[in-house]
């Protein structure tokens, strides 16, 4: 990662998708995923994911270095003058990806997408552990919102983008159990998203035929079942 003036900022919605992230913060980097602590995930009334105090309580999340310019562009995105969001800075558990995964995000998701930068690490080909041992990181950015903290229900067009940040944040190390338990009520798998399938039947080395075969309750299969919807800023979502 270049050695410029940046901030860590951690995602936890819609910007776990890192085509998104490309496309909104042209010039971050992807740092490792990181754990916010006494915090709860959850929909808000607005219909986008929010975290607000609860202790006990854990959020996970990837976290990019944005340049001053990405932070102007995830500011407008996130609605921060109007009061949908505001800023606020935390300590997070962050257990950075090694060298060969701290990339720009848009290096990330072209020739041959993250899947292939995840793999070529897991393989040994670069090196033997996908990421560092978890550390305090201090002055995290994070979105939430105080003001829209009554729970809700997901916006549909919603739904499909935070399905994509699941895939690549499962593809990432966070573990499946936070989003089965935490997220999946509010954040239920698509029928025909096959890339979420594939991570989650590779996460846990599941034969393909289980899943496409047993009686899991939502994992659907298709062939071709991959989700194409644009990367392009929604107005004041969490990202």
Request: glycine fraction near 8%; proline fraction near 5%; hydrophobic fraction near 35%.
């Amino acid at each position: 990662m270049p050695d410029l003036p940046a901030q860590l900022y951690f995602a936890y919605g819609s910007n776990l998708w890192l085509q998104q992230m490309a496309s909104r913060c042209p010039e971050s980097y992807y740092v490792g995923r990181a754990v916010l602590m006494d915090h709860r995930w959850q929909i808000n009334s607005r219909g986008f994911a929010n975290v607000i105090p609860c202790s006990g309580y854990n959020v996970h999340g990837l976290v990019y270095q944005v340049s001053v310019d990405d932070e102007a562009r995830l500011d407008r995105n996130e609605g921060v003058h109007s009061g949908a969001y505001t800023k606020s800075y935390h300590s997070v558990v962050l257990h950075e990806a090694v060298e060969d995964l701290q990339l720009p995000t848009r290096y990330l998701v072209q020739d041959g997408g993250l899947d292939k930068a995840v793999n070529a690490v897991r393989s040994g080909s670069r090196s033997h552990e996908p990421e560092q041992q978890g550390r305090i990181r201090s002055n995290v950015l994070v979105y939430l919102s105080s003001r829209h903290s009554q729970w809700g229900t997901a916006r549909d067009e919603y739904i499909d983008r935070m399905n994509s940040g699941i895939r690549d944040a499962v593809t990432l190390g966070i573990p499946s159990d936070f989003f089965e338990n935490t997220v999946r009520p509010s954040i239920p798998l698509r029928e025909g998203d096959r890339r979420v399938r594939v991570a989650i039947t590779e996460a846990f080395q599941i034969p393909k035929s289980l899943v496409e075969e047993g009686d899991g309750a939502h994992l659907h299969s298709t062939e071709h079942g991959a989700v194409l919807f644009s990367a392009k800023a929604q107005p004041w979502d969490e990202v």
